[in-house]
């Protein structure tokens, strides 16, 4: 099979308009990938499925990454006059600049026909993390990334267009937030967990009935029967 690289080559002569770019890991297991752009993510995943040279007709799995916004440091060098009439001086000029987020869907791809032992891997990824996360759905390409896809709507927030059945996976309907994210806030309390242990225990406190409730005393300045916003589970007085 081709490199990477020359598959980014015919990618690009294939579709001149579409940006395609490598993206090199430099870790241990240098598993590179092609960094595809919304507009035509779904043509190219069409022309990689049926293109007899690579045959890409399998997806093992699709994962979801949340990249927050950055604060980027760069440095150059300026040449400064020196003010004593002496040579320039060349100093280093430090600029910040805020690198904004966003959210990243990474397809891992084989050929089952052409028994590929390597993946090829392809990233998609939102314009931000707030009001612009759809992306476009492969589900229709390789069936198999449906429920991977719904896995990451449900926790990462990204909106798959085209996806036959988005629905959340994991947590319930109703549920807000998306809790892989790297700024999600846990609550204080889970309705689901009876007995909460642990950290949840120490902020669910403020939600637990005091002592003297469990005693079957009523809190000072607060009515028999009655349910203090502190202590919502306070039962009203049983009658004789």
């Known amino acids: 099979m081709e490199s990477l690289e020359q598959l980014r080559d015919r990618l690009l002569t294939r579709f001149p308009a579409a940006k395609v770019e ?15 752009e919304a507009a035509s993510a779904r043509e190219i995943a069409l022309f990689l499925r049926d293109d007899p040279f690579v045959k890409l007709d399998y ?4 994962t979801g990454l949340d990249w927050p ?19 320039a001086k060349v100093v280093e000029e430090k600029t910040k600049r805020l690198q904004p987020g966003y959210l990243e869907a990474v397809y891992h791809l084989y050929s089952m026909a052409l028994k ?12 931000n993390r707030s009001d612009q996360v759809t992306l476009p759905s492969l ?37 807000k937030d998306h809790p892989m994210r790297k700024d ?3 609550p204080d309390d889970f309705e689901w967990e009876p007995t909460p242990h642990g950290v949840v225990h ?17 809190p000072a300045g607060q009515q028999p029967g009655t349910v203090s916003p502190a202590n919502p589970t306070t039962q009203p007085e049983a009658k004789p």
């Not at 090199?24 to 297991?29: D, E, F, H, I, R």
């Not at 709507?153 to 909106?159: A, E, K, Q």
Request: hydrophobic share 35%; glycine share 8%.
């Open 202 to 218: 120490e902020r669910a406190k403020a939600h637990y009935p005091l002592p003297g409730d469990r005693l079957g005393q009523t």
């Open 22 to 36: 490598l993206v090199l890991n430099p870790g241990a297991s240098p598993e590179h990938s092609l960094l595809l």
């Open 116 to 127: 590929s032992t390597a993946p090829v891997i392809l990233r998609l990824r939102t314009v």
């Open 69 to 87: 916004d950055k604060e980027i440091i760069e440095t150059k060098k300026v040449s400064v006059p020196d003010p004593a009439g002496g040579p």
């Open 139 to 175: 589900t229709p390409v390789w069936r198999s990334a449906d429920f991977q896809e719904r896995e990451i709507y449900d926790l990462y927030g990204i909106i798959f267009e085209g996806h036959p059945d988005l629905r959340r996976l994991l947590m319930w309907d109703g549920f």
């Open 184 to 186: 999600y806030v846990a």
């Open 59 to 62: 997806c093992s799995n699709v």
